[in-house]
């Protein structure tokens, strides 16, 4: 692993073990009212309620695995999609977080379902994966952290085995974005400890880049619960009332800035300068 991966893998840990330490963050990850640990809340096209496991079925659809599947979650925090996906699709799991506190909140949910013995979490880097060969790699909101997005497909991507699937679900900006949503952006980029991330077509360059061929790909978007600017600026008001340093020494600096920074996406969101995609590539 790179200097500059093991520099930002460091930056990423200490920004979740703050954020784990927090009660308020178990429960919401200031990403408007239909919020999870883990990953968003979709509007489910068929007509159900919203939910975060709307996007387990509208990512695994129309992927052909294996019996039993090989599956690497890279960045799977609390582990809810192993916990959701592993006994429905079988297998063997392994789960990567930099964060202890999520490896063992989420080892006892696998374990309490019986998961324990074909589901586990490591504390390490995406960066540097197990071996593999996997049939299945999953990047859901994780991979927009990588500092050096074309070195992380690649690795991903060595590890996979012929014909597996890299699916990877994250907030991508589109092209030629004015000024002030520029601005937003790199606020949002600096409190979500996101260096780099790419656009669509930055990511796609990736996967091609490390011999993977893009074969499905969704704007999920219109699925999304989000505020517009109006809507959050009473809220955005209230975080930014005590100056940065005084936020800091209280113990709620890295909560603010997480909260700021979900803010800042949502308002992008709405206005169409982020897009929520998934993709789908394939080693074939």
Known sequence: MSSLATRQARR?????????????????RAEGEAA?????????????????????RLMLEGLALPEAPRVLDAGCGYGATMLD????????????????????????ALAAAGLADRVRIRVQSYDMPPPGPFDLIIGIESLIHSA?????????????APGGHLVMVDDMPEEGMP????????????????????????????????GLTLVGERDLSPLLCVRDMAQA???LRELRRWPLRLRRA???????????????????????????RLLVAKRV
Do not use: C, K, N
């Open 148 to 160: 050096a997005p074309e070195a992380t497909i690649a690795v991903l991507a060595s590890v996979l």
């Open 233 to 235: 600026t009473p809220r």
């Open 85 to 108: 996906l592993a006994p429905r699709l079988g297998g063997d799991w392994t789960g990567l977080t930099l964060s202890e506190a999520q490896r063992q909140r989420g080892g006892a």
């Open 179 to 210: 000024p002030e949503a520029a601005r937003r952006f790199d606020v949002f980029r600096r409190y979500w400890r996101a260096p780099v991330a790419p656009t669509r077509a930055g990511w796609v360059r990736a996967m091609e880049g490390a």
């Open 36 to 56: 999870h640990p883990i990953h968003r809340a979709l509007t489910d096209p068929d007509g159900g309620p919203a939910s975060p496991y709307v996007l387990h």
């Open 250 to 276: 209280l113990g709620f600096g890295v909560r603010a800035e997480a909260e700021i920074g979900g803010i800042m996406l949502e308002t992008l969101q709405t206005e169409g300068f982020v897009r929520y």
């Open 12 to 28: 990423v840990a200490r920004y979740y073990r703050w954020l784990d330490g927090l009660s308020f963050f178990e429960e919401r």
